[in-house]
């Protein structure tokens, strides 16, 4: 150790410093982890992809201050109710407490005002038309027992009600066989069904090895449905109930058991089964099949099915999984955020503006559309969708559904965002008072969005004919689609109003859903196809109608077709020389009769309506064009329901407007077609004059169709579209689309070495994620409210 001693320093800081220190300490630390932020924020910048703007915005629904093509409000429909609760006549009781042989309200629905009162309101600043509701009653209570229709406003708060009494409905009252078949009817007919099937719990469970009777979901069970119409001639009410295995996909596992119940009168133990068929024989009576099956006194089945082999109907994957491996397809998305705007029922895009609404018994309806500013109908939207089927059974060869009956509306049910719209739809809900005593509320039944049809709208390349080119000019086809999809019983028809930019609506139906499938009975092959052990689907012919009342320059319009001919005609230009060729004429239409379309491919023409005191800068009519791109001849004139379907006989037919034609056909159809309450025939008996006067253009569009093993399980989209177009013709003075943004111009540098490109402001390129609805919010119930 050495001789200096080892001394121990303290160093002494100040407060002051020290507290220096531990701030720079700090600061150092803070600044250190918000430049590790930001290093972390560039690297996920860097690596996802930022989320698209919204765009236009969606507003919902003011039920405070509904608009004059807005649906009833819940409050509005409740309102109607209890009004008409509280009178002393008719004295209605509520539904939940009503049976047959009472009074009660079957439906409450939008009655909207004349047209011409409407557009007073919309072009000549009048106030808005008082809002009324449109009730639909059942009269039990009366003898006879009749259906009435009343109105009842002013809406919210009503103080009147009137008797219709409408000048389009042939028989009045309305007859009680005519009525749709309710709840509280159910109730009775399946109660009726439960006691006859107890007897038949042997036949059930050795044919089929399964049951209907007290059932319960633990157990192999059968399901029965009805058909329509309800018997064979006017004034029946005789329903058959056809059987089927419970399973995902039933429509396709019939069971050769149908059960004919009548149902006629209001005495409902009256009510009784008249024909039950097995196996493609007839007894009057359940006791009677009992007995002879039995005695083995006839042909028994023995079709029971191995649950894995009842798959076939289902949607669950199977098959080869050799082409397929799991992954997302395409998805769409807005780069620049929505391009269309919602105000509650109330659109606009890019030039077009309209209103939709959804009525309980036709379906969605679109109101007031004007393009650039000019109306160019007042109202688009489908009147029925009917199927008529052939078969040689009981059921099958007598089933002919008239699906506006059944309501088109409240069977247009909540939709699956990425499946039946984009998940970047906007989706509107609707609400429907029928079959119930309160509203019921339809979650996101109807969508709203913009489609890139993934092809020009229009195009060209100009080749110099050297290899190169001068120019080329496009445009992306981008359109909006309003969308709903009807359910009605075993089919789903996706209907679509599409507006293009180029002043183009479309008027489309979409087939998808079950086929009705019937027991493959011998007698029943020329009717059919067989997709399954003892299943054939029928041969049947889809019919849709729709409605058009287009405004073409104003109300006043005249329709025109250019009938298109040959001649055979010297060439002028030559020494005895002929060519033949194609040339038009204008033909003015003059009265209702001679503006039917009977389609005939010998005799071509162009279908016009336009306004005779509108020209473009030509001296061309500003006319638009139906151009009809589903016409399918009705095969079933003769039928004995046919005055029920009258409409159907011509793919086009024109009348002049009447507020009391609003409708081509009525949910009483159905249960009476032989003897109907709506005949379209009387739209034309009159042959009103056309010319120069508001138009409404009826359109039917249509199809046969003969199934095939693909159309297990489902019938597909592909092939199955049906759609009409309403297309501009000289309205403009130019194809209007010029006027967009978006289209691309190219023409080439000097050796084809660089490029001129215009996109005229439009960015190019994207570098956006938008967020989608997904299947996980599906509720798929309509809960009362």
């Known amino acids: 150790m050495s001789g200096k001693m080892a001394v121990d320093r303290e160093v002494t800081v100040s407060k002051n410093v020290w507290k220096t220190v531990r701030v720079v300490a700090i600061a150092g630390v803070v600044l250190a982890a918000i430049l590790l932020i930001a290093l972390i924020v560039i690297l996920i910048d860097q690596t996802f992809l930022p989320v698209c703007p919204k765009g236009q915005t969606i507003k919902p629904r003011n039920y405070e201050k509904p608009g004059v093509f807005d649906d009833l409000t819940p409050r509005e429909m409740k309102a109607a109710r209890d009004f008409l609760l509280s009178l002393e006549s008719p004295a209605l009781k509520r539904q939940e407490h009503a049976s047959i042989n009472s009074s009660y309200i079957y439906m409450i629905d939008l009655h909207i005002t004349l047209k011409s009162a409407v557009l007073q309101y919309l072009d000549g600043g009048h106030r808005q038309p008082e809002r009324t509701a449109k009730a639909i009653v059942y009269r039990g209570d009366l003898d006879p027992p009749r259906v009435e229709e009343y109105l009842v406003g002013p809406l919210p708060n009503p103080n009147y009600h009137v008797l219709i009494r409408d ?24 109660g009726i069904l439960e006691k006859a099937t ?19 979901k633990d157990e192999a069970c059968m399901a029965f449905f009805d058909v329509a119409p309800r018997g064979l001639e006017s004034g029946e009410r005789k329903s058959w109930f056809w059987g089927f295995r419970k399973v995902e996909g039933f429509y396709s596992h019939p069971l050769g058991i149908e059960i004919q119940i009548e149902h006629e ?23 009677k099949l009992v007995e002879q099956y039995t005695l083995n006194r006839l042909r028994k089945l023995d079709i029971k099915v191995d649950p894995y082999d009842q798959q076939y109907s289902s949607f669950e994957r199977r098959g080869p999984k050799d082409y397929d491996a799991p992954g997302r397809g395409p998805r769409f998305y807005e780069p620049d955020g929505r391009r269309y705007s919602v105000d509650g029922q109330h659109v606009q895009y890019v030039g077009w503006n309209f209103n939709f609404r959804m009525r309980t018994s ?3 309806q679109i109101f007031d559309v004007r393009f650039q500013g000019e109306r160019i109908a007042y109202e688009l939207s489908l009147q029925e969708a009917a199927v008529f089927y052939s078969g040689y059974g009981a059921v099958s060869g007598s089933t002919n559904y008239f699906d506006t009956s059944w ?7 909540e939709l699956v965002p990425g499946v039946d719209c984009p998940g970047t739809a906007s989706f509107h809900d609707s609400h429907h008072f029928v079959n119930s005593g309160q509203p019921k509320y339809y979650k996101n039944s109807i969508c709203v969005f913009e489609q890139n049809s993934g092809m020009p709208l229009r195009r060209h390349y100009s080749s110099d004919f050297q290899g190169g080119y001068s120019n080329y000019g496009g445009l992306v086809d981008h359109f909006l689609v309003v969308r709903t999809i009807l359910n009605v019983w075993n089919y789903d028809y996706l209907i679509d109003y599409i507006f293009h930019l180029n002043g183009v ?4 139906v979409s087939a998808t859903g079950y086929v ?4 493959a009975l011998a007698h029943e092959k020329p009717y059919g196809t067989i997709v399954e052990n003892n299943v054939l689907a029928n041969l049947h012919q889809h019919m849709f109608h729709f409605k058009a009342d287009l405004d073409i320059g104003g109300r006043e319009n005249r329709y025109s077709t250019l009938d298109i001919s040959k001649e055979t005609v010297r060439i002028p230009w030559y020494v005895e020389r002929n060519k033949t060729q194609l040339k038009f004429e204008k033909v003015l239409k003059e009265k209702e009769m001679d503006a039917i379309l009977e389609f005939s491919f010998d005799h071509p023409k162009y279908h016009l309506f336009y306004n005779q005191n509108t020209r473009n800068k030509f001296d061309y009519h500003r006319a638009y064009r139906v151009q009809h791109g589903a016409m399918s001849k009705f095969h079933l004139e003769e039928a004995a329901f046919m005055r029920a379907a009258n409409w159907a006989r011509y793919q086009m037919a024109v009348t002049k407007h009447k507020d009391t034609e609003d409708v081509s056909t009525t949910i009483y159809a159905q249960n009476d077609p032989f003897d109907p309450v709506l005949d379209f025939h009387t739209f034309l008996d009159n042959n009103d004059k056309l010319v120069d006067e508001d138009l409404v253009v009826w359109l039917t569009a249509g199809v046969v169709h003969i199934p095939h093993s693909e159309d297990i399980p489902a019938t597909a989209t592909p092939g199955n579209s049906y759609t009409i177009y309403l297309r501009p013709y000289n309205f403009f003075q130019t194809c209007p689309s010029v006027s967009l943004s978006e289209a691309v111009h190219i023409t080439p540098g000097n050796n084809f070495d660089t490029l001129h490109v215009k996109t005229f402001g439009t960015k190019q390129g994207s570098r956006c994620f938008q967020k989608e609805e997904n299947y ?6 309509t809960p009362l409210i």
């Open 776 to 781: 996980e919010e599906f509720n798929g119930t």
């Open 362 to 364: 036709t379906g969605l």
């Open 407 to 413: 309501l088109l509306g409240a069977s247009s049910y």
């Open 265 to 287: 009168g209001t005495d409902v133990s009256e009510w009784r089964v008249v024909r039950v068929i097995y196996n493609g024989q007839m007894y009057y009576s359940i006791e």
């Open 167 to 190: 000048p389009a409905y042939r028989r009045l009252p309305i007859p009680w066989t005519s009525r749709p078949v309710d709840q509280i009817e159910y109730k009775h007919l399946y």
């Open 505 to 508: 609506i479309e008027l489309k």
């Open 198 to 216: 107890e007897k038949l719990y042997t036949v059930f469970r050795e044919s089929y090895g399964m049951h209907y009777h007290n059932c319960t």
């Open 516 to 519: 009705q499938t019937t027991f």
